[in-house]
């Protein structure tokens, strides 16, 4: 039984080699901000990419009903990204990363 893998923020490159991997044995479904970039890097690989426009979960979920596609796991590969030391980070910029990456 294939199982199908909903991945947001598609186009980097860590992203990427995990698409690349998971085609192998799982269907795809792809989010991702720029299509035309991603469809270059994946010429060959049969894959469903949802355009940015679909930005909202609800929209997103419609969508795949309408399509009749069941998704069994879900990898997000979208957030905001920052290094500091623990002791250096105050709790507003804890917040933004933790809001951002998480909600």
Do not use: P, R, W
């Not at 923020?9 to 690349?20: R, V």
């Not at 989010?31 to 469809?39: D, E, G, P, R």
């Not at 069941?70 to 910029?93: A, E, M, P, T």
Request: contains cysteine; proline residues 0%; hydrophobic residues 40%.
């Amino acid at each position: 039984m294939k199982y199908t893998t909903l991945i947001s923020g598609s186009n980097s490159e860590l992203a990427f080699d995990t698409i690349q991997q998971l085609s192998k044995k799982n269907k795809l479904v792809l989010i991702t901000s720029n299509k035309q970039k991603l469809l270059k890097k994946i010429k060959s690989l049969k894959i469903l990419i949802i355009e940015q426009s679909y930005d909202k979960i609800e929209n997103i979920n419609a969508y795949l009903e309408k399509k009749k596609i069941k998704i069994n796991s879900i990898i997000h590969f979208n957030g905001v990204h920052g290094f500091d030391n623990i002791q250096n980070i105050s709790k507003d910029k804890f917040d933004f990363f933790f809001n951002a990456n998480c909600f």
